[in-house]
């Protein structure tokens, strides 16, 4: 193919952000810090090694997901506990904010409600920012491993990849069939993992997660939430992410509820304000 004679004009072209955030309703961060001072846990869920739980949390709780035996990624989904067809937008979250998400930024949800589900309130690895890889820790990019993915590249008939992880834990905490459950089972929040794309064929890579026994995300429940969380294959994902060999850690969910009065002004978000019509 022919290079024109233009094409260093037209790479120098300077970009545009597709979405100006800067008109975000801003999540009231110190009305969540003084509600999660008087917070006492109500709730825990140990992740298994590779395999996945389900958890709930009311709207005006807290949850947190921590590292506790090694270095370990999670891949989460979290849907609105009352209908699962509102459930989180991984990809709408990534215009919103960026490719990695922090304290301070929300896990919005899907078409046509589109509003915060969850608001991180803390994260411990905030610290590691972007690294001279262009990775960066919570991302927003990987969809999950998952057994389709792995029979398409080398024919396995892999099952505890975290797709079918948290097709088993939604199922087994609905009663919905493995096949009705695996429909809900959504692009995730890839909790711990580090990622980014590489400079010169612009993959997607992974790399050994900085998480250490200690380290947390923790979130404030926008509205009542099911989550599901798979405690990833691949470990801390520094060679592969489904493997039967890597070493793998559980992982804790923990469940907070602030005192009575501590949110006093606060409400769920509504869903969005588009009237529906699409021009007709």
């Given amino acids: 193919?022919?290079?024109?004679?233009?094409?260093?004009?037209?790479?120098?072209?300077?970009?545009?952000?597709?979405?100006?955030?800067?008109?975000?309703?801003?999540?009231?961060?110190?009305?969540?810090?003084?509600?999660?001072?008087?917070?006492?846990?109500?709730?825990?869920?140990?992740?298994?090694?590779?395999?996945?739980?389900?958890?709930?949390?009311?709207?005006?709780?807290?949850?947190?997901?921590?590292?506790?035996?090694?270095?370990?990624?999670?891949?989460?989904?979290?849907?609105?506990?009352?209908?699962?067809?509102?459930?989180?937008?991984?990809?709408?979250?990534?215009?919103?904010?960026?490719?990695?998400?922090?304290?301070?930024?929300?896990?919005?949800?899907?078409?046509?409600?589109?509003?915060?589900?969850?608001?991180?309130?803390?994260?411990?690895?905030?610290?590691?920012?972007?690294?001279s890889f262009g990775g960066s820790v919570h991302d927003v990019i990987g969809t999950r491993c998952d057994p389709y993915t792995g029979n398409l590249l080398s024919e396995a008939q892999y099952h505890y990849c975290c797709h079918s992880n948290l097709t088993r834990a939604l199922a087994a905490e609905t009663g919905l069939s493995l096949r009705d459950a695996e429909r809900h089972v959504h692009d995730v929040l890839n909790v711990f993992m580090c990622t980014g794309f590489t400079m010169d064929t612009g993959q997607y890579f992974m790399k050994a997660s900085p998480v250490r026994p200690g380290d947390y995300l923790e979130f404030f429940a926008e509205i009542d939430l099911l989550g599901a969380l798979s405690a990833c294959p691949g470990g801390d994902c520094s060679s592969e992410h489904s493997s039967d060999t890597a070493a793998c850690y559980p992982l804790l969910v923990e469940v907070f509820e602030p005192a009575e009065g501590t949110l006093a002004g606060w409400a769920s978000p509504d869903v969005n304000a588009y009237d529906g019509s699409h021009g007709l």
């Fill in 1 to 131: 193919m022919i290079e024109p004679k233009d094409a260093d004009a037209r790479r120098a072209v300077a970009p545009v952000i597709c979405y100006p955030n800067d008109t975000l309703p801003v999540p009231p961060m110190d009305t969540y810090a003084t509600a999660r001072e008087t917070a006492i846990k109500v709730s825990e869920v140990l992740v298994p090694v590779r395999d996945a739980a389900c958890f709930r949390v009311k709207a005006g709780q807290f949850f947190r997901i921590s590292s506790v035996q090694g270095p370990q990624v999670g891949d989460l989904n979290i849907w609105n506990a009352n209908d699962l067809s509102e459930r989180f937008y991984s990809g709408k979250s990534r215009a919103l904010h960026g490719t990695h998400l922090t304290t301070g930024q929300r896990m919005w949800s899907s078409f046509p409600y589109l509003r915060p589900m969850a608001t991180i309130t803390a994260d411990t690895l905030g610290w590691y920012g972007k690294d």
